[in-house]
């Protein structure tokens, strides 16, 4: 008899193939074209790649500092003044991490213990569950209210409990595209006031809130910016998705804590990027531009679906539109999208997949983070084949 090399972890039983990998693989076999996954198909400002090259032949190639090249966390700390009004102190404050995943993953590792309870909200990007539960931490789920998704803090209030370490909010809200405002922040305020919770806060989306609106960032709010580690993610912003750079910034003790776990599952990052990026990063435009840019997007992308059986689902933030199909299929949503796939030629997410009981409301999801000429040839088969 073979004997067996090792045992599964039992933590890690449930953990199969993202939806993402899933849906793209399918895209590519059938030719569809690929508005599930979240990354553009443009270029970033070729400034970028000119600003790398250059690095690159100066030499600037070795190990950076474990916590990030000097000139992008002052580039970061001068950022997120300028935004919030919070000054993070750039040596003991400011970190760059190998994109937000990681940052994320970094963070639960860095504060969630076995038995610990974390509260997220569903639909809930697909990475956090996961996370606390291979530190062995128990994740809590609250439920954003259908069809605003917005949180019941209420319902959040009667879920902390003794065990909880740690509460993960997402604004803008990936899949959702809800935004928190103010009052909600005030209202997360009141429920950590007083405990030992952590709060982890994904802002990856930050410069991409639309119709006017504000980001309300938890760096920004004088009472969480002292038990919040904020994540932001470069990929993001300049469309540089595979370069998988981010940052955290938050406290100088909670970013103790972060970087005794970032300095041995990733150390550092690639340097000549950091450098190239600080540079650009000086350009303020570039970021404060972004809502614009996604905003002509969404509401180009949106004007294709008239004359769809889609009901479309406000989108007050990210690149993702939600979208209701119900009086197209009655399908649950897995067997909708791969349908879409297939037959219409156009791949989206089933939102189920952001849930931990699969609940299904029959909405899919969007990406609108692609050249005009896609969303249209996308839009001429929804309007076509449905």
């Known amino acids: 008899m073979k004997k067996q ?5 039992p933590e890690l039983s449930n953990i199969g193939v993202t939806i993402f990998t899933v849906m793209s693989k399918l895209a590519a076999e059938c030719g569809a074209i690929n508005l599930s996954q979240g990354f553009p198909d443009f270029q970033a400002d070729p400034a970028l790649f000119d600003a790398v090259h250059r690095h690159m032949l100066a030499g600037r190639n070795q190990y950076a500092p474990m916590a990030g090249m000097p000139e992008l966390r002052q580039a970061i700390a001068d950022k997120v003044e300028a935004l919030y009004g919070t000054r993070f102190d750039v040596e003991s404050e400011v970190t760059v991490t190998a994109g937000a995943t990681q940052a ?19 639909p809930v990007y697909d990475s956090y569950g996961p996370a606390v539960e291979m530190v062995g931490g128990t994740v809590v789920r609250s439920r954003l209210r259908f069809p605003d998704y917005a949180p019941d803090w209420e319902a959040v209030r ?9 509460i993960i909010v997402n604004s803008p809200h990936n899949p959702a595209g809800s935004v928190l405002s103010a009052a909600d922040l005030e209202a997360l305020a009141a429920i950590v006031r007083g405990t030992g919770i952590v709060v982890l806060s994904d802002e990856v989306y930050e410069h991409i809130v639309f119709d006017g609106g504000k980001h309300e960032s938890l760096a920004g709010h004088p009472e969480l910016r002292e038990r919040t580690l904020v994540v932001s993610s470069f990929g993001k912003t300049y469309h540089i998705t595979g370069w998988k750079i981010g940052y955290v ?7 103790a804590e972060f970087r005794k776990v970032h300095q ?18 000086q350009d303020a435009s570039r970021h404060q531009g972004l809502a614009a840019f996604y905003q002509e997007k969404r509401d180009f992308f949106r004007r294709q679906l008239v004359g769809t059986p889609f009901e479309l689902l406000p989108c007050r933030g990210t690149y993702f539109q939600l979208a209701r199909y119900d009086a197209i299929s009655d399908l649950p949503d897995r067997q909708f999208a791969e349908w879409m796939t297939r037959e219409v030629g156009v791949a989206v997410i089933p939102v189920s997949a952001f849930y931990g009981d699969g609940r299904d409301d029959r909405v899919v999801r969007f990406c609108f983070a692609k050249k005009e000429e896609t969303l249209a040839a996308a839009g001429e088969r929804l309007r076509q084949r449905l």
């Open 5 to 9: 090399l090792f045992v599964p972890r």
């Open 104 to 122: 994320i993953f970094t963070a639960i590792a860095a504060f969630v213990r076995p038995g610990d309870e974390v509260i997220v909200f569903e």
């Open 158 to 166: 009667r879920l902390v409990t003794a065990k909880t370490r740690m």
């Open 249 to 255: 910034v938050g406290p100088r003790d909670l970013m």
């Open 264 to 281: 041995f599952n990733v150390f550092t990052v690639h340097t000549p990027s950091q450098l190239a990026l600080a540079e650009c990063m």
